[in-house]
């Protein structure tokens, strides 16, 4: 119950790694600002039925991310509703793979302003008022391509070591205050976007799904399982505990050995 009375903002909540962060969070104690695109309804109630034993509260705004008016519309929001954001995931992100001589200059453009600039818009808002708390969270959700690269990948592992970049600097600017700011690094989480990819190879390969899921795991991942949006939320609730209080600026891989090797 750490999180009791404070606000977690989560973009990119409607499903998937975000979703499971705000049901933890949830679980904490901690209202929660969902935000994201689809429906919104089934996830808020998912966030509520988790921290219905403190009597959380959630509301929801669709901010399109690319758009800095529309996130300063998020966050001023968020100050509306809640007075302000204690715990602030950036979570949103898309995804386009293609050769750096084919990768289209618009989706280049998109990814970088939804997965990075993002990142800095929320976090330049919401500081002053942790600041002024003397208390806040930032957890940037990279993605262990924030640390190595793969091939066909140039928007997105560029978004995210810059998302791991600007952790380092937010966590060391904020250094002697009670704001602490961290990143987390996932490997392959089984989420819509990835069950996506799993079906794609069966299809290509003229395999199963199981084979394709073995198939992606395997040349990446020693572990040869998923982590799961409960895992990373987890780690995310940790972080936001008292024992999280002096981890500043670290870029927490969790990856089942993907960078170990």
């Not at 020693?222 to 990373?232: A, V």
């Amino acid at each position: 119950m750490h999180l009791k009375g404070k606000t977690a903002l989560v973009t990119g909540s409607t499903s998937g790694i975000g979703l499971g962060i705000a049901q933890v969070l949830a679980a904490q104690g901690a209202n929660i600002l969902v935000n994201g695109f689809g429906d919104a309804d089934a996830p808020r109630r998912a966030i509520e039925q988790a921290g219905q034993a403190h009597g959380i509260r959630t509301a929801y705004h669709g901010a399109d991310l690319s758009k800095v008016g529309e996130i300063e519309d998020l966050m001023a929001y968020a100050q509306k509703e809640f007075g302000r954001v204690d715990v602030l995931v950036n979570n949103a992100g898309i995804q386009h793979t293609a050769r750096i001589e084919d990768f289209p200059p618009e989706r280049w453009d998109a990814i970088i302003a939804i997965n990075l600039s993002s990142v800095f818009h929320t976090t330049r808002l919401a500081l002053p008022a942790m600041r002024q708390a003397n208390w806040g969270r930032i957890i940037n959700i990279a993605s262990v391509h924030g640390l190595v690269a793969s091939v066909e990948k140039s928007a997105y592992v560029a978004a995210k070591h810059g998302v791991v970049g600007l952790t380092k600097v937010t966590a060391l600017e904020t250094a002697t205050t009670g704001v602490t700011a961290n990143a987390i690094c996932p490997g392959w989480v089984l989420t819509p976007l990835v069950q996506k990819q799993i079906d794609a190879l069966a299809e290509k390969s003229g395999i199963s799904n199981e084979q394709a899921q073995a198939q992606l795991l395997g040349a990446k991942e020693p572990s040869l399982r998923f982590t799961t949006p409960q895992e990373l939320g987890e780690l995310a609730a940790f972080f936001c505990s008292p024992a999280g209080d002096n981890v500043r600026g670290v870029a927490w891989n969790m990856d089942g050995g993907w960078v170990a090797q």
